[in-house]
């Protein structure tokens, strides 16, 4: 009895002595993945930094292109559901460009809310693009007047799979375009590359 329970003794202490050595090393395994994770999100920062640098470079270069005083970048994005079960669907300006003259409304340009806009979304819809006017009785006819637009102009940005995630907008203040104007390929052309760099890349 007194050898059984010797033996007992013993087998209880190697299985202590392996369950402390199997925690511990968990425990360091944990801490060494989230010291990891900490540095990968801290260089995440910097990562998604330059790649905002990017589309910040390129607005800049096709505000300048295209004469106009602001050059924005809005994304559709979900927001909460109602009771209904209807998804919130809304935009917000993620990006832009202005001219020295021209104020930001970025902080403004928020969470906007699709069914307070359907009838520019409806057009945005059926056309490559979308020109208002001031004088122009649409969804943003008061936002002109106030922030003293003239004309603004809308370009859907489409993914690979033809999904519209967005829309890139060219605010003129100085001169407004012509009823008759018609975007140059070269435009479409630039925001296939905006939306190419805006895309996550796997």
Not at 38 to 45: I, L, P, Q
Not at 107 to 131: A, G, M, P, R, W
Not at 164 to 176: H, N, R, W
Not at 184 to 196: A, F, G, I, K, Q
Request: negative net charge.
């Amino acid at each position: 009895m007194d050898l059984l329970e010797k033996i007992l003794e013993n087998l209880g202490v190697v299985i202590y002595s392996f369950l402390t050595a199997a925690f511990m090393g968990i425990l360091s395994y944990v801490q060494k993945l989230l010291k990891k994770k900490r540095a990968m999100r801290t260089e995440d920062v910097f990562t998604e930094n330059e790649w905002h640098q990017q589309i910040h470079r390129k607005l800049i270069e096709m505000r300048v292109k295209y004469e106009c005083n602001k050059i924005a970048i809005y994304q559709f994005h979900n927001g909460e559901h109602y009771l209904s079960n209807r998804a919130a669907i809304k935009f917000s300006e993620t990006h832009e460009d202005t001219d020295n003259k021209t104020f930001s409304y970025k902080k403004e340009n928020q969470s906007l809310l699709t069914s307070h806009y359907s009838d520019f979304i409806h057009d945005l819809q059926d056309n490559k693009f979308v020109l208002y006017s001031v004088e122009d009785d649409s969804d943003f006819k008061q936002e002109m007047i106030h922030r003293m637009q003239k004309s603004c102009l809308y370009l859907k940005m489409a993914d690979d799979y033809g999904r519209v995630i967005g829309f890139a907008k060219l605010i003129f203040s100085d001169t407004a375009l012509d009823k008759s104007y018609n975007p140059p390929e070269e435009l479409y052309s630039d925001v296939d590359d905006l939306t190419y760099i805006l895309e996550p890349k796997i």
